[in-house]
């Protein structure tokens, strides 16, 4: 297949997935708290000391917040389609590395296969559809790895081969702290043992690379722990959140006895021809040349899953999304040991694969004008141009991936079929969340509530903070204008609704500073109910 082209399938396959309606969905889960530091930036110009609601929050190192932040300027919106962005793009820019960086190594049709299997793969694709820490922690961690894959396989100098993948590495610390450096090391340390060269991993310049990667988180942290003044209330904090996982006393027995099964669902659907191809790989099928560096790479990247898998399984609060890091090795290790396998087994896993892609195409063919009826039902028409345009790309595939026919590029019709079939998908099943604008919802009732000029000002203390996930989207949609106060704050002066949990209201009455309570109500959202004082002009 020409560059052009693998090009042209990479942008439709990421586009189709990760763009239709980025922002309709109210935000969810933790999303939230990558959103209202990064408006504390901007509104107060400190990049150094995250904030909610004027607080200090400690809980994640801050390069997501600050992601979030220059994209908020860069589009002049803070909507949830720009905060998401951040995530879409994180996603676009590792599936390009992983077709640009191991091309030279695997050739056109396999790197664009790596780069497919990573954009459909599902637990990515609902990372890169929210702005969550996962999708940017992903792209640095793979950037990293497959620089140093492109670098290692080439033969270059040790002083790039050392230097330039940890420059990344140091920005995921940044992301989420050194827990990616597990895999790493797992990658390096098998490759070079493969190839008995681990004299090479004691080189000067990978002691540079390593002062490299800490010169770019260190800055940062000196200057957090000078402004909050103590390390505990400032990085220990999500040093405290990541050794809690070791903590035996605060295991989940089902969660922790599911997690074997769990982690490679994760994966869905490379998991399927990965394992596959890793049997025959067990049973002797498929060899590798200790001579040959991509040999030597694969079996790294396998060391590295294997490993993984150990410990998220050991951990008494291990989760499988520790493992999405890995997912690049992951791909890779998948499309290498594939090209692999001998021609029998890999012409019944093709047959295999054409029976469930024919399946799956039917699958999309009934389930989109069902969804789109279900839809208008509903009243809802944003989705209904998204299915269409999905119908049209199922019904057009199989002139383009020769549905009909036995072939040799089974992986890549699945991811093109699953990229196809998702874009109208996507967008349909979004109108279906329980959840659906619930917030929106109560925030436009507690706007009606306000007069003409003043703002809603919420007492957001460190109990609301760290419990109330959910109930802080109030300080996102609450926009018109709205303050969040913790322990520490100061009520605004042009405030004329003050609201917090119904149990707080000796805290809020101190907060007053002698201003006068009109009137007072209580509303409840979503089991919380909240007190509401109309303050005097």
Known sequence: MTFRLCLLLLFLAWAALYLPALGKPELRGEEIRRILPAQGILESGDWVVPRIAGEVYANKPPLINWAIAGLFSITGSQSETSARLVSAISILVLALSAFFLPRKVWGNDDALLVALALLTTLTLISNGRLIEIEALFTALTGLGTLFWIRLWTSRSSPWLVWTLPYLFLGFA???????????????????????????????????????????????????????????????????????????????????????????????????????FSIWFLWKGKIRFDRTERRDAVIAGSLAALGIGYV????????????????????????????????????????????????????????????????????????????????????????????????????????????????????????????ENDLFRKASAEIASKLPDEGRVTIYADAEFRNRLTKHLRLLFYLRDPVTGIGENGHLPDDTRLFMGQEEKREAMQNKLEGRSIDTEETLTIRGVTFLLFHLKG
């Open 173 to 275: 610390c940044l992301a989420k702290g050194p827990v990616h450096l597990l895999f790493w090391f797992s990658l390096v340390i098998g490759a070079l043992l493969f190839t008995r060269e681990m004299r090479s991993f004691f080189h000067p310049a990978h002691f540079l690379g390593i002062f490299l990667m800490v010169a770019i988180f260190l800055p940062w942290m000196i200057l957090n722990i000078e402004a909050v003044g103590s390390g505990d209330s400032s990085i220990g904090n999500w040093v405290e959140e990541f050794t809690m996982r070791g903590d035996v006393s605060r295991m989940e027995w089902d969660r922790w006895l599911t997690n074997p099964f769990k982690i490679p669902g994760g994966f869905l659907p490379w998991t399927v021809p990965l394992f």
């Open 311 to 434: 410990i998220v399984c050991l951990l008494p609060m291990g989760v499988p999304r520790y493992l999405i890091p890995a997912y690049p090795l992951a791909a890779l290790a998948t499309v290498d040991l594939f090209s692999r396998l001998p021609s029998s087994p890999r012409i019944a896993y093709e047959r295999f694969g054409l029976k469930a892609n024919r399946l799956l195409w039917w699958v999309f063919l009934i389930a989109l004008p069902v969804m789109a009826t279900l839809v208008w039902k509903r009243g809802e028409t944003s989705p209904l141009p998204w299915i269409a345009a999905a119908l049209v790309a199922v019904a057009f595939l199989p002139k383009l991936t020769f549905l009909r026919t036995e072939n040799r590029r089974v992986l890549r019709d699945t991811a093109l079929l699953i990229a196809a079939g998702g874009m109208g998908l996507l967008p349909a099943m979004q109108v279906f969340q329980g």
